[in-house]
C-alpha cells in the first residue's frame, strides 16, 4: 500500500460486516427498494483522516453494491455516511 492509497482488497470479516450493517438502511433507501441480502464480499480501507471502507456486498437478486463508507478517529461518535454505486 502507498501513502494515502487502499489496501489491497480483502476477504470479508466481521468489522466489515458490521461497518456495512451500519449504513443498509440508508443503502436502500437510497437505492430506493430492501434489499435481500446484505453480505460483504471483500473490501478495502484507506487510512485519511479517519477510515475510509470500500465495500463489496452482495444484495441477493440485485447483484452487488458498492459502498464507500467514511469513519472518523471517533468511532464512537462519528455519524458513518455511505455512498452507494449499483452495478
Same mark, same amino acid.
Given at each position: 500500500?502507498?501513502?494515502?492509497?487502499?489496501?489491497?482488497? !480483502?476477504?470479508?470479516?466481521?468489522?466489515?460486516?458490521?461497518?456495512?450493517?451500519?449504513?443498509?438502511?440508508?443503502?436502500?433507501?437510497?437505492?430506493?427498494?430492501?434489499?435481500?441480502?446484505? #453480505?460483504?464480499?471483500?473490501?478495502?480501507?484507506?487510512?485519511?483522516?479517519?477510515?475510509?471502507?470500500?465495500? !463489496?456486498?452482495?444484495?441477493?437478486?440485485?447483484?452487488?453494491?458498492?459502498?464507500?463508507?467514511?469513519?472518523?478517529?471517533?468511532? #464512537?461518535?462519528?455519524?458513518?455516511?455511505?455512498?452507494?454505486?449499483?452495478?
Amino acid at each position: 500500500m502507498r501513502c494515502g492509497g487502499t489496501t489491497a482488497a !480483502k476477504p470479508a470479516n466481521e468489522e466489515a460486516q458490521g461497518v456495512a450493517d451500519a449504513v443498509r438502511g440508508e443503502a436502500e433507501a437510497r437505492a430506493g427498494h430492501a434489499y435481500q441480502r446484505f #453480505t460483504v464480499t471483500e473490501y478495502m480501507t484507506q487510512v485519511v483522516a479517519g477510515l475510509n471502507y470500500f465495500l !463489496k456486498v452482495d444484495t441477493g437478486d440485485h447483484g452487488f453494491v458498492f459502498l464507500r463508507v467514511y469513519q472518523g478517529m471517533r468511532r #464512537t461518535s462519528e455519524r458513518r455516511d455511505g455512498a452507494v454505486a449499483r452495478c
